[in-house]
């Protein structure tokens, strides 16, 4: 089992920047693949990034690309999403989620293995 526990999330100006973490307990951390995930209200939840274990594989989706940066500290089980130049919409609830299976996974299916609770990311125009 492992649990996931978001933090960082608050309500930001158009243009700042905002570092949300993800912290992992339980089983190895390394073993997982992690990513990062958003719902904004009355969407679905849609993907946003991900890494693989040893963290040098990173994979985004194309709408925050060259502005929000994943990474991992598999030392102190975290995974990191550090986002700059924010915008509107990127307001949403975001979560993180971890699976053994690998970046793939997370790239193209959301029957994951963990998921934390979120954290809300507001963003003021």
């Known amino acids: 089992q492992v649990q996931l526990v978001e933090s960082g999330g608050r309500l930001v100006q158009a243009g700042d920047s905002l570092r949300l973490s993800c912290a992992a307990s339980g089983r190895p951390f390394s073993s997982y693949a992690m990513g990062w995930f958003r719902q904004a209200p009355g969407k679905e939840r849609e993907f946003v990034a991900v890494?693989?274990?040893?963290?040098?594989?990173?994979y985004y989706t194309d709408s925050v690309k060259g502005r929000f940066t994943i990474s991992r500290d598999n030392a102190q089980n975290t995974v990191y999403l550090q986002m700059n130049s924010l915008k509107p919409e990127d307001t949403a609830t975001y979560f993180c989620a971890a699976d053994r299976r690998g970046l793939r996974t997370i790239v193209v299916s959301q029957n994951l293995e963990y998921w934390g609770q979120g954290t809300q990311v507001t963003v003021s125009s």
């Open positions: 890494i693989n274990y040893s963290g040098g594989i990173l």
